[in-house]
């Protein structure tokens, strides 16, 4: 998102309006619809880094859950592997956009419309794949809630305080957030701290000239 930042009012009109459209892409052999209002995985790239990182994990017969899962390109990949996949989003056109894409890819995913884990109750993974909103800002409608984390953080406050209450073993199950340069970094890790966490950097990739990262909370 880093390089979307600098470009014009302009063209930041033409992409406003280009979201508001519904559009087709095929990614790594899965045939993927993007909704209007939900973060598109091709535009925004940390969607496809991800994508290379798990491309390097083992994840048969896991509980995973993708937490803020947008078209839902991350859960089809890793139910393609063998997974047991929870897509989350508090969009529910993303919600909707999961069932579509799990649908026509005739891959089985349980996607749930949830702020956070407050309708995940009782639930816990293997896995969590985080592609976490993080601009200090409050969102004003839905299709935001991709990008603004709140003000004060506040997403960021309460998913490190619950997130352990998910995990299935917490010696072994994965937490992994996707994260880039363009972001307040020491403010996310000093507030993962405060509620016992600390990230540790699994994955690096530049692209466009953005670094981003992808932390093991441990």
Known sequence: MFYLKKISPLLKRVYKAYASRQHQLTYKGLQITVLPSVFHPQIFLSTQIFAHFLDKQSLKDLKILELGAGSGTLSLLCARQGGFVTA????????????????????????????????????????????????PKDPAQDSEYAFYCGADFGYFKRLFSTVAQHLED?????????????????????????????????????????????????
């Not at 799990?102 to 309708?119: E, G, K, W």
């Not at 363009?182 to 530049?206: Q, T, Y």
Request: aromatic share 10%.
């Open 88 to 135: 989350s989003d508090i969009n529910p056109a993303a919600v909707d956009n999961v069932r579509l894409n799990a649908t026509q890819n005739n891959l089985t995913i349980t996607a749930i419309q949830s702020d956070l884990f407050n309708d995940l109750s009782g639930q816990q993974f293997d896995r969590i794949l985080i592609n976490p909103p993080y601009y």
């Open 170 to 218: 917490r010696q072994q199950s994965k937490v992994w957030i996707i994260l880039s340069e363009d972001c307040a970094l020491e403010r996310i890790a000093l507030i993962a701290r405060s509620n016992g966490w600390w990230m540790r950097l699994v994955w690096e990739e530049i692209v466009l000239g953005e670094k981003n990262y992808i932390f093991e909370l441990g």
